[in-house]
């Protein structure tokens, strides 16, 4: 055994997140895998580890965990900062860490989600192809107070790995205000063309409760005729499959946002579906804060732009010393 | 008909009703689908197929022509591999509180209902709702009912429903709006097994029943779950 990590406080949940489940969506399990997914492809990254390694995925709480060896950690996300020992850490940054030392990562504001990686990646049975937790499939349970985590794969030099930044991290601009491009879904053209005006004019929050599965989302003002999502006709949907990004419009208008944990099918219309360069940005928008506003692009641009973002993962190169 | 799902997937849409003969399409289609090097996964439905690609390595237009070549491919006489399932059932008691008065509402003897539902061949449409869950049709229309009014907030593992249609049977505990009418000792979904899947989507199936005395099951009780958001119910 390589016992590295005791976990000894928590609060919100915490579980551990490899790149996602592949394989069983037609059978009817979700992809899981990361809220945001590149906070979670940064955390390895910065690691050298492999970019599917499982990393825990904190959301809305805190965490202590005390090293029970020397290892280096990286923490991403939004909305937190890190102390260990007697520094603070910003995010997006690997840092050493020696046996008996504490590394506490806590909630300041503006984000749901950190992601704290080991260099390894975490170790944990892989069922079904994955380290994802799935907690309604009954895959994986969440992480507790005293669990003990190691390292799958720990490599030999872990200075070699500490004191980096993300220099990329400028490329995915986080904002409690952000616009968040969608592309029109395969059941756009069963709205009225004044619903779909009132989906892209009005400015949503995210409301309670949410969580891995999907966010419901509401207009601040009141309902009225001009700001609500209506149909051309009473028509339903034969269920057919949706993944995350999905945004499904039920009977109250009230759009909801699938998100890592998503069903692979419903039967709500959906009327556009988030880009993968915005997910983690609104996957980052916190309940009855954040703002979110919504803007039409295309297959094209948005493929583009994926492209872009993929490459700060791409070169070691890309690393800049701290200091 | 394609459309795109975002940036890094597309809706195959074959038709827009339930029916046997387009499902079986659907699947003859999905099973094409799989030789496409840049698909990554594809979640067959009633009459439609998800298609999730890797936009790093192909871009929709590419993935559009390979898919479109494959529906060429497809013709009436195209020949689709299944398997045919029999399942053993327990009828009624307390495993299956809903079939007598699912049997009253129809204005039926519960073993007419129990005959209809067990002589014919169902397909599985699709899966979803949860890990493993079949959505199997389509029933006898005598057995046509509208869903419970309030869905149950826990519906043992193994239990064997029907609903508007169809019938389904539940692989974990879970929310549930459909009549329960019966149940199954098979296990449909175990996470651990090397096949964690009893079903497969496409599949035929057919219950056989099993004599009352013969079975006496005691459901392992488990976790209830939170409720489930609108989106995922059972279409």
Not at chain 1, 77 to 99: D, I, K, N
Not at chain 1, 120 to 137: A, D, E, I, K
Not at chain 2, 190 to 214: H, M, Q, R, W, Y
Request: net charge neutral; aromatic share 8%; glycine share 8%.
């Amino acid at each position: 055994m390589r016992d590295m990590l005791e976990l000894t406080e928590l609060t919100g949940i915490a579980t551990l997140q490899d790149s996602g489940r592949r394989g069983f969506e037609k059978f009817g399990v979700p992809a899981s895998g990361p809220m945001d997914w590149f906070a979670y492809q940064a955390a390895n990254s910065l690691l050298d580890n492999l970019p599917n390694s499982a990393v825990i995925e904190l959301g809305l709480g805190e965490l202590t965990l005390r090293a029970l060896r020397n290892t280096s950690l990286s923490v991403t996300g939004s909305g937190y900062e890190v102390e260990s020992y007697l520094w603070t850490f910003p995010l997006w940054t690997s840092f050493y860490v020696r046996a008996g030392w504490t590394v506490r990562v806590k909630k300041t504001g503006g984000g749901n989600w950190a992601y704290i990686s080991i260099a390894g990646g975490f170790n944990s049975p892989v069922v079904m192809n994955s380290r994802s937790t799935y907690l309604r499939g009954g895959i994986g349970p969440a992480l507790k107070i005293g669990d003990v985590l190691a390292p799958a794969n720990p490599p030999a030099d872990l200075l070699k790995l500490a004191a980096r930044n993300f220099s990329g991290a400028g490329f995915m601009p986080y904002s409690q205000t952000p616009f968040i491009d969608v592309i029109r879904a395969p059941q756009a053209d069963w709205f009225t063309p004044e619903g779909i005006c009132a989906f892209y004019e009005n400015e949503y929050i995210v409301s309670l409760p949410f969580d891995r599965m999907g966010y419901r989302l509401q207009t601040l003002a009141p309902s009225s005729p001009t700001n609500t999502i209506t149909k051309k006709n009473a028509r339903e949907l034969i269920s057919e499959g949706m993944m995350m990004g999905s945004i499904q419009i039920p009977a109250d208008g009230r759009p909801i946002v699938m998100m890592a944990d998503s069903p692979t099918a419903g039967g709500y219309p959906k009327i556009a579906h988030v880009t993968r360069a915005s997910l983690p940005l609104l996957a980052q928008c916190e309940a009855g804060a954040g703002k979110i506003r919504f803007r039409e692009t295309t297959v094209e641009e948005a493929q583009e732009n994926r492209k872009k973002i993929s490459m700060v993962f791409k070169t070691p190169q890309d690393w800049k010393r701290m200091k | 008909m394609l459309k795109p799902l975002g940036d890094s997937a597309l809706l195959i849409q074959l038709g827009d009703e339930i029916n046997p003969a387009l499902n079986a399409r659907v699947h003859a289609l999905d099973a094409l689908l799989q030789t496409i090097p840049a698909v990554i996964e594809t979640i067959p439905a009633y009459c439609t197929i998800l298609v999730r690609y890797d936009p790093l390595v192909t871009t929709y237009n590419q993935i559009k022509n390979f898919i479109e070549e494959k529906t060429s491919l497809l013709d009436d006489a195209t020949h689709r591999p299944f398997r045919r399932l029999e399942i053993p059932i327990l009828y009624g008691g307390a495993s299956g509180p809903d079939l007598e008065p699912a049997a009253a509402t129809l204005s039926l003897p519960p073993s007419e209902l129990i005959r209809l539902h067990s002589e014919r061949e169902y397909i599985v449409y699709m899966m979803g709702f949860t890990p493993g869950f079949p959505y199997m049709g389509i029933l006898n229309e005598k057995l046509t009912l509208p869903r419970l009014p309030t869905p149950r907030t826990r519906v043992p593992a193994g239990s064997v429903a029907i609903a508007g249609s169809q019938t389904g049977i539940y692989p974990v505990d879970s929310p549930g709006g459909w009549h329960i009418i019966g149940h199954t000792p098979l296990k449909l979904f175990d996470p651990t097994s090397e096949n964690p899947f009893l079903f497969a989507p496409g599949d035929i199936v057919k219950f056989s029943p099993l004599p009352p005395e013969k079975d006496n099951l005691a459901h392992a009780a488990s976790s209830t779950l939170p409720p489930l958001l609108p989106g995922e119910g059972q279409g």
